[in-house]
């Protein structure tokens, strides 16, 4: 806290050493006292040269800085807008409030001519950068999911593990917040084309939770802007079965905006795993063939609600309501194979499982907003309570086929969990002049998650607990942070340095005693973001900063499912964070028809978290997450977006990078380095009409550990697309995993057993959309849910 406090005090006196400028603040609305965004706002010399230039934001307000003295005209231009041009005087240190200017609709452009404006794919700011969705096929279609897979840095295992250059140590937020939603896939239930951009944030500044060592994703939703009732009605088909009903509505006046969603998903999900399994291999080899089919069919209910209260020009207050429950019904056969090193067929078993599950997530929220009279200055207040219960049930029946047909016990398990979660945050923003800035706030989280988990096996008289699987686990977390950042513009020179402390307090307790353990760390980290823009439009950024990576639930959870007879995921209660200092160098240019945008960046981790592969006494292979030493990982990223013609777009994405990983676990050595890549491949074509097609390709290079090697995998989507209806209707066709080119395959190897497994979760999925829009148009949409404080 010292070291935060003293900060502080640098940061308070380091601005007085900056020249003081002008500085022009104001709203732009249409009536009846709506405001107006991206409306561009330019202020000129005599001799008509540029000064400044800036956008209005959601709200309608704007700030030009670092103005010198003088006489100026300043105009404000949006297309279906009547152009307005005014003269200005800015004095020497002075700040000028414009107030609210009201902008008048040209009704005669607006009857000659629709204009829509695009702005570049690809920005990079201060302390991130950012990807406009726009009106892609691929990434309207579908969840948002299937949105990740197509921006740069981004990708989505065909399990739903999202990652960042590789790296899957990445948190993901939406609107800012935590998210719990992505628990289960659960972003699934998140239509794409909701999605109005999404922020990577490889080296985020303090303001963000330490969180993440790989960096941010935050996903941004569309806000309805369009005053009285607007809405949505979205329907999907799919093979397999996936059957979607979205309606969406808002109502929006000068204070109030209402607005609800509810959805409604049924989808089926076709798997097949295999695994080739050879142990004993420094005695007597035992091989076994083993294959896995799962149906998998889950049902899932969408419900939110809630109002923007808008108290005068300066307070603002939300609040909302969500619940998404799921009832999810899977079967599974696995039938397995045994033999010896000539081939011959020792044994042969087959078991066959259903399990019933029901997961309720429920979510309030609350915001109060405050502005004030200085542009730029505000201050909020985020309160956040989730909370969610889960039942699951397995029924597993097992039978030996060959030498002799033997029927085996009956096995059932059951769990049974929730979690609350509060979450209260509060954040300053301070402008100090018209070129730098102060922000600082502080958080805290509670979160309390308990589960029971029984494995029991049928005998003559009744049913036996199996190896003392019988327990109740109560987690609890408690994480404070306060941060403090500072930053400021000097000419094309812009800077971004702050600290946030957290205190971390963890504590496991269940029934038998095994797992009780209690742990408490806390760090600061710091943050440094620098930039210069060249004339021309061209970027140079750099950036640093200290992250943390703390273990999911299902990492620490020491219990799990018995579906499979061979092998068993367990989480591990000891497992400690690990820690990781990020470096990267960024550049930007935009020309006219091509976007480059390459990056070089260099990690290194302490107490990376790998997983461990053993093979038990009873022999059943037993993987867990493990701490190991340290990782290190440089690399060069690539983006280019190119736009030869107003009909084609074609983007292409390039990561190379070497990772070093050290340390050791019992008697397995983990060091290990190796190079890998990924890359992909989009174009988009527009016709006549409205009428549009895109293809996407993706590849992701062969990359291994101490362990475990896994193949490259490559995969092809399609989609087209027609807007009709003077564009409230849009129909989209679109196919994932086409060819069904997406299977991944591992090569796991021990001292005295190999591993190969080949997993298609998913098959290729055809998808037909319908969107319908009321009072909307084709690139809007209406409030969505923001996600959770945690998984």
């Known amino acids: 806290m010292k070291q935060i406090i003293t900060l502080f005090l640098i940061l308070i006196s380091a601005q007085y050493s900056f020249a ?14 709506i405001p107006i965004p991206y409306v561009t706002v330019t202020l000129k010399e005599t001799t008509d040269k540029s000064i400044a230039a800036g956008i209005s934001d959601s709200k309608g307000m704007f700030r030009l800085e670092n103005i010198p003295s003088g006489n100026y005209t300043i105009s404000y231009t949006l297309a279906g807008y009547q152009n307005v041009v005014k003269p200005i005087q800015i004095r020497p240190d002075g700040v000028v409030n414009i107030g609210t200017l009201i902008l008048e609709p040209d009704t005669k452009l607006l009857q000659e001519v629709s204009v829509t404006a695009k702005r570049n794919s690809i920005s990079l700011k201060l302390d991130k950068k950012v990807f406009e969705v726009g009106k892609d096929i691929l990434s309207q279609s579908g969840a948002v999911t299937d949105l990740l897979n197509i921006v740069p840095s981004v990708s989505v295992s065909p399990g739903g593990g999202i990652s960042l250059r590789g790296n899957s140590n990445v948190l993901v937020l939406i609107d800012g917040r935590r ?197 730029g200055k505000k201050f909020t207040v985020d309160m956040q309570y989730d909370f969610w219960d889960s039942d699951k049930n397995w029924n597993l029946s097992t039978s030996r086929n060959f030498p002799t047909a033997v029927p085996m016990p009956m096995i059932r398990t059951g769990s049974a969990g929730g979690s609350k979660d509060l979450m209260i945050k509060t954040d300053m923003i301070q402008p100090l002049d018209s070129t730098s800035t102060l922000e600082f706030g502080l958080k805290m989280e509670d979160r309390r998650v308990k589960s029971n988990f029984i494995a029991e096996q049928e005998s003559l008289a009744d049913w036996e607990v199996i190896d003392g699987i019988d327990n109740h686990l109560l987690y609890k977390e408690l994480i404070g942070g306060a ?34 353990d209690e742990k408490k760390y806390n760090r600061l980290f710091p943050t440094l973001n620098i930039s210069y823009r060249f004339n021309g439009g061209s970027t140079l950024q750099g950036s640093y900063s200290k992250r943390i990576n703390r273990p999911r639930l299902g990492m620490i959870y020491p219990f799990n499912e018995l ?82 013609t107003k009909w084609l777009q074609v983007n292409t994405e390039l990561n190379v990078f070497h990772y070093a990983e050290q340390g050791s676990y019992k008697n397995q050595n983990f060091d290990y380095s190796g190079n890998t890549l990924t890359t992909r491949v989009s174009a988009h074509l527009k016709l006549k009409n409205k009428l549009a097609f895109q293809t996407l390709y993706n590849f992701r290079g062969a990359n291994a550990t101490a362990q475990t090697r896994t193949d490259a995998l490559h995969s092809i989507d399609f989609g087209c697309s027609k807007t009709f209806l003077k564009d409230k209707a849009t129909v989209m066709f679109d196919v994932s995993n086409l060819f069904g080119l997406r299977k991944p395959h591992s090569r796991t190897l021990g001292s005295d057993y190999e591993i190969s497994q080949t997993s298609i979760p998913n098959a290729a999925r055809y998808r037909l959309t319908l969107v319908y829009r009321l009072n909307l148009k084709d690139n809007q949409g209406v409030r969505q849910a923001k996600s959770g404080n945690r998984d």
Do not use: C
């Open 20 to 33: 003081q400028k002008g500085q022009i603040t104001g709203v732009i609305h249409e009536k009846p006292a």
């Open 179 to 375: 998210t719990g939603l992505t628990q289960g896939n659960a972003l699934e239930q998140v239509p794409a084309d909701q999605v109005e951009r999404v922020e990577v944030i490889t080296n985020p500044s303090s303001r963000f939770d330490a969180a993440g060592s790989a960096g941010i994703i935050n996903i941004i939703l569309k806000k309805n802007k369009k005053a009285g009732f607007s809405g949505q009605l979205r329907l999907v088909g799919g093979i397999p079965n996936e059957t979607r009903v979205s309606p969406s509505l808002n109502y929006k006046s000068n204070k109030l905006n209402l607005f609800a969603t509810y959805g409604i998903r049924l989808s089926d999900y076709v798997g097949l795993y295999t695994m080739q399994q050879s142990a004993g291999l420094s005695g007597t080899p035992v091989y076994l063939n083993q294959r896995q089919d799962e149906d998998r069919h889950d049902d899932a209910k969408l419900l939110y609600f809630g109002a923007d209260f808008q108290i005068n020009d300066h307070n603002t207050i939300t609040a909302a309501f969500l619940r998404n429950s799921t009832h999810d019904h899977d079967k599974t056969r696995l039938n397995y194979l045994y033999s010896d090193k000539n081939g011959v067929i020792d044994s042969s078993l087959s078991r066959n499982g259903e399990s019933w599950e029901k997961r309720s997530y429920n979510q309030l929220e609350f915001n109060y907003t405050k502005n004030f009279d200085k542009a």
């Open 483 to 516: 941060y403090i950042q500072f930053s400021g513009k000097t000419g094309a020179f812009a800077y971004q340095a702050g600290v946030r402390g957290e205190l971390t307090h963890i504590a496991i307790e269940d029934r038998e005693g095994s797992y009780t």
């Open 563 to 644: 579906t499979d007879l061979s092998s068993r995921y367990v989480g591990n209660p000891d497992l400690n964070p690990s820690y990781a200092n990020v470096f990267e160098l960024a550049f930007l240019k935009n020309w006219k028809t091509l976007t480059f945008n390459p990056s070089f960046y260099y990690q290194r981790n302490a107490g990376v978290m790998e997983d461990y592969t053993f093979r038990n006494t009873e022999g059943l292979f037993i993987t867990m997450p493990v701490n190991i030493n340290k990782e290190s990982r440089y690399g060069f990223e690539l983006s280019l977006l190119y736009n030869p």
